[in-house]
């Protein structure tokens, strides 16, 4: 029997691609289920899908950011809960904060888990939450990010945290770090810069570019030359220093933070 997708799949799949109804059908069936690959589909048969799907799926909980009094390290967890109500609570971003300040000594998930907090480990201290609150909260997300200034962003709401290492400290450095913090919330890039783009990702969009360009009825000969002109804005599109400034008119990252001090990069950045 061959497969058919639940109603539930597709509209899934059509509030994460937004693809129409019939679209998102017929690439599941043709992915047999297989939701990465129905998305996959959809962008090859020329569909506007965006090209990262890592926040297709929401979960209740806060995400939250903090920096320590040097600015030279950020931490950012994520604090799941089952309900919007539990993730709004005072009590509950309250305890989500304190984490992230925890968190700030540690550099693994599972050694912040295994620290102590108030007496109890974290792990324990969860599951002390769990029995008051009524609803099952864990950790499931923890990043870190050392630079020699380091600056943070959370979105209001508390559903996207970010965090952005300078090269150096300087007047500022503060605003700088901010701003494009606000950058990596918004637009959510895949890396830095080109080098650091996984070759994986690389081969998928040349493969992808090439199939949209037949359907388009372009000769085979051309089909490398005009694949890599796609994957160059697909750069733009998705590495930090590339992208369009969210807050300046016609000017990349990269030349934002250079009209401010020419010697600064920006060394790296996490968003949860």
């Known amino acids: 029997m061959s497969y058919l ?3 539930a799949d597709v509209a899934k799949l059509r509030n994460a691609t937004g693809a129409g109804m019939m679209d998102s059908k017929k690439a ?18 020329g569909q506007k899908v965006a090209a990262n799907r890592a926040d297709r799926e929401s979960h209740e909980g806060a995400v939250i950011a903090a920096v320590n009094e040097t600015n030279t390290k950020a931490a950012i967890i994520k604090l799941n809960c089952e ?45 002390e939450q769990t029995g008051v609150i009524g609803e099952k909260i864990e950790i499931s997300e923890f990043k870190t990010l050392e630079a020699p200034f380091v600056g943070s962003y959370i979105h209001a709401g ?17 605003e700088v ?7 990596v919330a918004a637009m959510n890039p895949i890396a830095l810069d080109e080098s650091q783009v996984d070759a994986s990702v690389i081969e998928k969009e040349l493969e992808i570019a090439k199939e949209q360009l037949r359907q388009e009825g372009k000769p085979e000969a051309m089909l490398e030359n005009i694949a890599k002109g796609k994957l160059n804005k697909f750069f733009k599109d998705n ?20 009209s401010v001090d020419a010697e600064v990069k920006i060394t790296g950045f996490i968003r949860i």
């Open 5 to 7: 997708p639940k109603a």
């Open 28 to 45: 599941l069936i043709e992915a047999e289920g297989d939701f990465d690959k129905a998305i996959d589909l959809l962008r090859k048969k």
């Open 83 to 127: 309900t919007d109500f539990v993730a709004k609570n005072e009590d509950f971003i309250k305890l989500a904060k304190e984490f992230a300040a925890l968190a700030l000594k540690f550099n693994t998930k599972e050694e912040l888990l295994a620290a102590d907090f108030h007496g109890l480990p974290v792990s324990e201290k969860l599951i």
């Open 158 to 174: 508390n559903k996207i945290a970010s965090a952005v290492g300078i090269s150096k400290t300087f007047e500022k450095a503060p």
């Open 177 to 183: 770090a901010k701003n494009i913090s606000m950058q």
């Open 239 to 258: 590495t930090l220093v590339k992208q369009d400034y969210i807050m300046g008119e016609k000017t990349s990252v990269e030349d934002y933070v250079k």
